[in-house]
């Protein structure tokens, strides 16, 4: 099924006509609106006039990461305040958080494009849907329970954690469908296991599972779990949080980019240079339609590539194979994206704590695990266990309060990890997804 | 009045404790007392020992984050209710405790019983006026 048949069916030509005119619209408001985009523009010397075919879109400038953090909070935005109604943010440190707003009708547009991705992973107005992303200023929960609405399925707003009581939920009301990340997915499974619960024979047919890359592997075990169909979305905050691509249920080979509403690129991380269809690289996305926070040429750091044969669906949007990586040191644990350059500099707001830490990431059964391994210097140690045990637990709890991700605090002897000439690594991932 | 204390940061893991007993018995130094606090990843090993100096420089030297605290060595005869009747005095002023630990000195008659106060020169008073024995620190260390 198809919620949206005229858009997401129409043939390339209307819709690349349909892309044209739309980024015609979005880089003319860009460029008297925000004067980040101003400025970069006439940097590169290009006006909006200069677009006259799609692959002119190649001569407008990247936005990076670093260009959100640097207009911290709102330097973005292309609407005023008064016409925007919501807004998020991603985790980050004080001045260091991405936060993106929305107009009404950007949040018209984000219910539309989860309703679409509802549809295209099988779900109807019938369906009861488990929405176990977490509510908040993350994207995920708000993301998916406004899509949930707008095809008028039931949704319950349980958001994450609490598992004992969502195993309950999942019994007792018997949902249809079940968004969250999917290592949650298979910690639900097991969990449920482990209470005792047949897992495989809730009501539970769909899952509609993101925020965090996972394999086939992990498809095949999760649909083994808890005998439903999972399927792969996709989003960003900056983008417009989760619905900017969907797998279909009908192809399950790569996800389709709403693509009347977004430009996906693929470029070499390096060189900045568009590679030849199909080939992997870095996923760069443009927002047609987006009025609060339009983006140009937004460089994801995301690892993909493009399929642009039909897929028996019928929707003529290409479609991205699923995400293998990151082409910088992000880290997404448990579905919250994480900076190294976060954790440091809350560590180094501790005082006496030596710049010497290591974070290891890695995965215990289902769920990510973030262990932080910091040295204790002179300045730090203290005789009494008290005054360690508050130093681990103040850490804890920074890493918590501002990055929404659980850390285990482990003090180690002084030049006891390992020191480095040159650049540190400071991260071990052991995790084999 | 003070006795100076060596503390010793540890890591819980296999051969850390060896480790350190053998850095000291390198380096000549005899313990005097001793007290391991530990938790599920670290150990913080307090020692009283005769001759400090050359234990920190050893301790250092071998990689150990160390520190020096004050702490109060306090006599006691050895027999019941003589750790209550100095904890006793303690309560009565308010003076917190944050750690102690005792053993028993080698003519058998007295136990000794090292405190750590937060104000360690106020609690050294109290002591003193409700005639209580606080040892200075030569006497410790020499023991």
Known sequence: ?433 | MNVEQISIFLENKPGKLEFVTRVLKDAGINIRALCLADTTDFGILRLIVNDIDTAEKALQENGFTVRRTPVVAVEVPDRPGGFHSIVAVLQKKNITVEYTYAFVDRSGENALIIFRFDRTEEAIEVLKESGITVLPGERVYRL
């Open chain 1, 1 to 433: 099924m198809i919620f949206n048949e005229e858009f997401e069916t129409l043939p390339r030509e209307a819709l690349e006509a349909l892309q044209l005119k739309r980024l015609q619209q979005v880089t003319e408001r860009v460029y008297h609106t925000v004067g980040f985009y101003r400025k970069a523009f006439d940097k590169a010397g290009i006006k909006p006039d200069d677009i006259r075919r799609l692959e002119d879109l190649r001569k407008l400038p990247f936005t990076e990461k670093q260009d959100l953090r640097d207009n911290y909070p709102f330097g973005l935005f292309a609407a005023p305040m008064t016409s925007i109604v919501r807004l998020h943010a991603s985790s980050g440190t004080t001045g260091k958080a991405t936060v993106v707003g929305y107009t009404k009708r950007d949040i018209e547009t984000w219910a539309e494009l989860m309703a679409r991705s509802f549809v295209a992973a099988g779900l109807t107005k019938n369906d009861m849907i488990h929405n176990a992303y977490g509510y908040g200023l993350f994207t995920g929960g708000l993301g998916a329970h406004y899509g949930a609405e707008r095809l008028g399925a039931s949704v319950i707003p349980i958001s994450g954690g609490n598992t004992r009581r969502q195993i309950m939920i999942l019994q007792d009301f018997g949902p249809t469908a079940i968004c969250c990340t999917p290592s949650y997915a298979l910690y639900l499974a097991e969990q449920g296991e482990e209470m005792g619960v047949d897992m495989r024979s809730l009501k539970l047919r769909v899952g509609v599972l993101g925020a965090e890359p996972w394999t086939e592997r992990m498809r095949e075990e999760i649909e083994d779990k808890l005998n439903i169909m999972a399927l792969d979305i996709y989003g960003l905050s900056e983008v417009i949080g989760p619905g900017v691509s969907i797998e279909c249920t009908e192809g399950r080979q790569g996800l389709h980019v709403f693509e009347d509403h977004f430009i996906v690129e693929v470029i070499n991380p390096v060189t900045g240079e568009t590679v030849p269809n199909g080939e992997p690289g870095e996923l760069v996305f443009t927002t047609l339609t987006k009025e609060a926070f339009p983006l140009i040429r937004y460089r994801t750091r995301d690892l993909s590539r493009l399929m642009r044969e039909p897929c028996r669906c019928g929707r003529t949007h290409v479609r991205m194979d699923r995400v293998t990586g990151r082409s910088d040191d992000m880290l997404i644990i448990r579905g919250v994206n994480v900076f190294p350059s976060q954790i440091e500099a809350i560590l180094l707001r501790i005082e006496g704590l030596e710049p010497h830490y290591e974070m290891i990431v890695d995965r215990e059964g289902s769920l990510d695990t973030l262990e932080i391994r910091v040295e204790v210097g002179e300045e730090l140690f203290s005789d009494e266990v008290r005054k360690m045990q508050e130093i681990e637990r103040r850490i804890s709890k920074d890493i918590k309060e501002y990055l929404g991700v659980t850390a285990a605090v482990r003090l180690v002897q002084a030049k006891g990890l390992t020191r480095f000439e040159g650049k540190a690594q400071r991260v071990i991932d052991r995790r084999k997804i």
